[in-house]
């Protein structure tokens, strides 16, 4: 398989809709009292099942070096996902948004500082655009912003999200995309589980499993196997920084899908916010080089 960069961040921006569409169907699991830790498990294991299902020729080829690489990402997954899930409950889901997107600060200079790959210009005034956009977003503005407890989690999340695109972009190119997504779903199924069984057996009895049971398969098919599959396979062939850009736009979608299903208004701020990340990940997509030389061409007769 072959893919060129616009194809792979096409695929990128697929999963990102697809994930800021899950936001709602995390809240309806959620709201029928299903704790975060049992969703990451049944997510993982929904995601792991199917990937052996259509892909298991492969993955039975599985290698000592594959498994070390399928389960250094899942665990950088899991890590970002449980440290964000559990810094939610200190803070505010604005700030949580707000500071879960500094991973797109981020991931240039992790590249830098691992694979000594200088960002380019434009990343600079793209990431700060990006910024931008997701204080109006969350609008931090009007409501403010206090660092608390569970702002340094998510700030400590948002490094494991940087961690995790650099290293789909990099490392995890080395082995197969069906193997790394076999692994990434194995190892949220089994981490969740852990996590679940360990701090949340209280909460198993307040569980409504009819209302939760719906959402959960959702999640599993589409938000898991489904759309990070597509971000494994889309990072195999595009570079990190602008891979970052498009994922960011998740939390773009989740505040559209939430407006045209009716959880909140449409505000002016969520359309500049919007706009604004917009006009970033074109700006990153354009060869501003290329451009200025069809616009300039010179004569060389």
């Known amino acids: 398989m072959k ?86 409950k200190y803070t505010t889901p604005s700030n949580n948004a707000f500071l879960t997107a500094i991973y797109v600060v981020l991931v240039p200079f992790v590249v830098w500082i691992m694979f000594h790959h200088k960002p380019e210009l434009k990343s600079y005034p793209a990431i700060a655009m990006c910024i931008l956009g997701m204080m109006f977003l969350t609008n931090i503005f009007n409501v403010g912003f206090q660092l608390r407890i569970g702002d340094v989690l998510t700030i400590i999340s948002s490094f494991f999200y940087a961690l995790q695109i650099v290293y789909f972009g990099y490392t995890a190119t080395d082995s197969s995309p069906w193997i790394v997504a076999f692994m990434l779903g194995a190892t949220q199924g089994i981490g969740g589980l852990i996590y679940s069984l360990l701090f949340e057996r209280s909460t198993y009895g307040a569980i409504n499993w009819p209302a939760a049971i719906g959402p959960i398969i959702i999640l599993g098919i589409f938000a898991s196997f489904g759309a990070q599959t597509m971000q494994i396979v889309g990072q195999k062939f595009t570079d990190a920084t602008p891979a970052g850009l498009i994922l960011m736009t998740e939390s773009m979608f989740g505040s559209f899908f939430s407006v045209l299903f009716g959880f909140e208004p449409f505000t002016s701020n969520l359309l500049i916010g919007g706009i604004l990340i917009v006009v970033a990940i074109l700006m990153m997509q354009l060869n501003f080089g290329r451009l200025i030389f069809r616009k300039n061409p010179k004569n060389n007769s």
Request: glycine letters at 8%; zero cysteines.
């Open 3 to 88: 893919l060129s960069k616009v194809q792979a961040n096409l695929l990128l921006l697929m999963t990102a809709i697809i994930w800021g569409a899950s936001y709602i169907v995390v809240k309806q699991a959620t709201n029928a009292q299903m704790p975060a830790g049992l969703i990451n498990a049944f997510r993982g294991l929904i995601f792991a099942s199917l990937a052996y299902l259509f892909f298991h020729k492969t993955i039975n080829k599985m290698t000592r070096l594959d498994f070390r690489i399928g389960l250094t990402a899942g665990l950088i997954n899991f890590a970002g996902y449980q440290i964000q899930t559990i810094g939610l």
